[in-house]
């Protein structure tokens, strides 16, 4: 009996969630699955052309979004505009790139650094806009926020 593969891009493939999930999946691989751990050094997902691309030379049926442009606080301090905007451009593409290439489910990973600012404990992601985040990584920040807006905006207009 021939099986219909599940192809399953992980972009963020070198970070940290990325190695754990590596790290499980070696130790329970299945027949009916391919992974693709997609790093920086196989594409620069900025870029809506090498983001097509990799979806062309892939076709993978599902993602799991945990790429970003990250660079720790002092990074973050006096740079918002870049990481809001970089992060942004990164999380479009990808969400274009999963529709338009018919993607059947798309994860992304948000971080806990998108809480408010001032919140109470303990936080769950029903509280992720109940207030604006610190303001030394608003940029970043935001837009995590924004993967999760834009990701409710697509799986309404397109399912």
């Not at 029903?126 to 834009?150: E, I």
Request: overall charge negative; charged content about 20%.
């Amino acid at each position: 009996m021939d099986m219909e593969k599940n192809v399953i891009l992980v972009t963020g493939g070198s970070g940290l969630v990325g190695k754990g999930i590596q790290m499980v999946i070696s130790s329970d691989m299945r027949e009916d699955e391919e992974w693709i751990f997609l790093t920086s050094k196989d594409a620069n997902l900025l870029n809506k052309e090498e983001t097509f691309a990799v979806f062309d030379k892939y076709k993978p049926t599902h993602v799991i979004h945990l790429a970003a442009i990250v660079g720790g606080l002092y990074a973050h301090i006096g740079a918002n505009c870049e990481f809001f905007r970089k992060n942004m451009q990164m999380n479009d593409n990808i969400l274009e790139a999963s529709h338009k290439t018919n993607v059947k489910k798309l994860v992304s990973c948000l971080s806990t650094c998108i809480f408010p600012n001032k919140t109470s404990y303990p936080i769950d992601e029903n509280m992720v806009h109940n207030g604006p985040p610190h303001p030394s990584n608003f940029g970043f920040s935001y837009a995590k926020r924004m993967m999760d807006v834009l990701s409710t905006a697509y799986n309404e207009e397109h399912g």
